[in-house]
């Protein structure tokens, strides 16, 4: 709706503005809320199970089968994950399985090229909590980073426009040290199941203005996002198989659903991702919209990637907004989507080896 989206855009822009300056007046959650919906949030927090113990580790080395190939000269590519329990991997219960495996043993597989993947996503983490596990990252020199943040932000109440300034200065930091920068903004809460109306409509509309606002932030530190949205699908919504227990973190599906979303994000961020160099016209799906426009209409459309337009354009004003392809991720049953009917190295299985965990 148009409507809505330029609505958010100006809220987006308004919460991204006051980051930059430093404002912190505004909260995700107005003071008239907080007192109608705090009975709600206790309800939906009771209805919500706990997962017991943590996410599998996945760190290691993925696509050793193309050590032997020509890019053995080169050292593996270095891919980091940093955030919150949606990084980590929280609700699986093999390393596989967690998004960081998925997104290396794919990015190995398009590459042709050992990937090695430092996860230092926590569950319950924040935006503030950004800051010390780049502490962590940054020594392993990440060629890319990939930051599922936001969710956290939301529930506990942060303020917006410290929680988007606090992701804008990672993801700067990130680019100061030569990695390229891929953000999974904050999931729609709307498609919890537990959390009940009005609840659900607030939990939506502070998710999306959030996204927006980091969409934005993001994009001017010389990143790019991509729209978790309801968690990449309305499928979510549906299909209560792609939860985990607790009915709140993703299962395998769910996370595997994510991945392949993100992913294609991922290699075009490293110029591995296959481009038209002269279209003839506009590609399909593809819209170029100033940035606070772009980042409110990604928020509503699950899967789509935010970039800037221009590279060494400073200001950043402008983004090319575009669904970009889907792919099955190698070992995935998922089906594959091309506009052209193939994906470069996608369903690759050789890319899922794995030396940092033997889990299986």
């Known amino acids: 709706m148009p409507g809505a989206q330029d609505s958010r855009a100006r809220v987006a ?5 006051a980051a930059a300056y430093g404002g912190g007046g505004l909260g995700l959650l107005g003071v008239g809320l907080v007192g109608v919906l705090l009975t709600e949030s206790k309800l939906a927090i009771q209805a919500i199970g706990v997962l017991e113990g943590d996410p599998p580790k996945a760190d290691g080395v993925y696509g050793e089968a193309f ?24 609700g699986v219960l093999r390393s596989r399985e967690t998004p960081g495996a998925l997104l290396a043993a794919g990015l190995a597989s398009v590459a042709e090229r050992p990937v090695r993947l430092v996860n230092v996503a926590r569950t319950g983490g924040r935006s503030a909590d950004l800051s010390g596990q780049l502490e962590q990252a940054l ?13 956290n932000d939301v529930t506990r109440h942060s303020p917006a426009q410290l929680a988007v300034r606090q992701l804008g200065e990672a993801v700067a930091a990130l680019r100061a040290n ?14 919890i199941k537990p959390v009940r109306p009005p609840l659900r409509w607030v939990a939506r509309r502070l998710s999306r203005q959030l996204a927006a606002a980091q969409t934005i932030a993001v994009v001017e530190a010389g ?20 939860f985990a227990a607790d009915r709140y973190h993703p299962s395998a599906q769910g996370y595997a659903t994510a991945a392949m979303a993100v992913l294609p994000s991922v ?20 819209t170029v919209l100033p940035v606070a426009v772009a980042a409110a209409t990604a928020a509503g459309r699950s899967g789509t990637e935010v970039a800037a337009v221009g590279a060494e354009d400073a200001a950043r004003r402008w983004a090319l907004l575009r669904h970009r392809l889907r792919v099955g991720l190698p070992g995935s049953s998922a089906p594959e989507e091309a506009r052209d009917g193939t994906v470069p190295g996608a369903g690759n299985t050789s890319a899922s080896s794995h030396a940092g965990t033997g889990d299986a």
């Not at 020594?139 to 969710?151: K, Q, Y």
């Not at 030569?178 to 498609?191: A, F, N, Q, R, S």
């Not at 949205?229 to 549906?238: D, I, M, R, V, Y």
């Open 13 to 17: 822009r308004r919460i991204a503005t």
């Open 178 to 191: 030569g990695c390229e920068v891929v953000v999974g903004t904050c999931p729609d809460l709307g498609t």
């Open 267 to 286: 290699c075009a961020a490293l110029d591995l991702w296959p481009e038209e160099e002269h279209p003839a016209g506009p590609v399909p799906g593809e």
């Open 139 to 151: 020594p392993h020199r990440p060629d890319v980073a990939v930051i599922m943040i936001g969710a």
């Open 223 to 242: 990143g790019r996002t991509v729209s978790l949205g309801s968690l990449l699908g309305p499928e979510f919504a549906a299909r209560p198989e792609m």
């Open 67 to 90: 050590a032997d190939s020509s890019a053995a000269a080169q050292p593996p590519l270095v891919l980091a994950v940093l955030g919150d329990s949606t990084g980590a991997g929280l």
